[in-house]
């Protein structure tokens, strides 16, 4: 086994350690505090208001798929939209969910008919999740017009997405929606900050939502072990930087 090939398997090992320790001390209700991210307690009062005024909210989970390089960026707002179609479904207003690539339309019709389910009144909205267009430029401009013809109360759209962000976020500014945006992709997620007023997701925020929405050990197990590997990267750099700067590497 080589150097590198043996640091590898001591990263993994260490990671799925930390894992399995956070996700007990979540079980026994040992409390984390999440650093305040604004745009999720705006995520949680839309999804409140969207309830009290019957109206549904639009989500966008991107312009990727599952089985490349997107697949876990397209999977980032599924604990949105677990979220939104829990509490919407209850007052007949379920999600509409727009998608680009099909191999996420079978997971987000299940996400909205197993909330459809839990609430015991359901309801098929034939709209709940639409396969809109596989370019990019073609889905942004096709969900921007759903944004015009449906008039939902909020706009979500977290996940994968490049310059085409932008004809969604302006289309929803125009409409005059509340709308919390995050990208995957640096460019996209510089064009939804200038082009939208409400707080965005930047950068790996995406990838925090099942902890500071749906609170489950597993997430926020997660979110401390990356916590936790973060500060020793910061730390190791430092000392290298320091290392270096005596002479000493």
């Known amino acids: 086994m080589t150097l590198s090939q043996l640091i590898g398997v001591v990263v993994v090992v260490a990671f799925a350690g930390l894992m399995a320790l956070f996700t ?5 209700g040992v ?3 999440l650093r305040p991210l604004p745009a999720y307690d705006l995520l949680s009062r839309q999804a409140g208001q969207a309830v009290e005024t019957g109206q549904r909210l639009h989500l966008s989970l991107g312009t990727g798929g599952l089985g490349g390089a997107d697949t876990a960026a397209s999977l980032a707002a599924l604990p949105i939209l677990n979220l939104v179609a829990s509490a919407t479904t209850i ?22 008919r197993r909330a459809e389910r839990r609430s015991r009144a359901p309801t098929h909205h034939q709209d709940a999740a639409m396969l809109i ?3 990019p430029l073609a889905y942004a401009a096709g969900a921007a017009a759903v944004l015009r013809d449906q008039a939902p109360f909020a706009n979500v759209a977290v996940g994968p997405f490049g310059p085409e962000l932008v ?3 302006l289309a929803a500014e125009e409409a005059g929606l509340v709308q919390v945006a995050g990208a ?12 939208t007023t409400s707080p965005g997701l930047v950068g790996e925020e995406i990838f925090a939502g099942g902890a500071y929405l749906c609170h489950q050990p597993a997430h926020i197990a997660s979110l401390r072990t990356q916590d936790v590997w973060r500060i020793l990267l910061i730390g190791t750099m430092l000392v290298g930087v320091v290392l270096r700067t005596v002479g000493i590497l």
Not at 24 to 28: E, G, K, Q, S
Not at 105 to 110: E, N, T
Not at 184 to 195: E, H, I, K, R
């Open 91 to 112: 007052r007949d207003a379920p999600p509409i969910v727009t998608i680009a690539d099909p191999t996420l339309l079978p997971v987000a019709l299940d996400a909205v």
């Open 167 to 169: 004809l969604l976020t």
């Open 184 to 195: 995957a992709d640096p460019l996209g997620q510089a064009l939804a900050t200038v082009t």
């Open 24 to 28: 007990i001390h979540a079980r026994r």
């Open 133 to 135: 267009a596989p370019r």
């Open 31 to 33: 409390s984390y505090r």
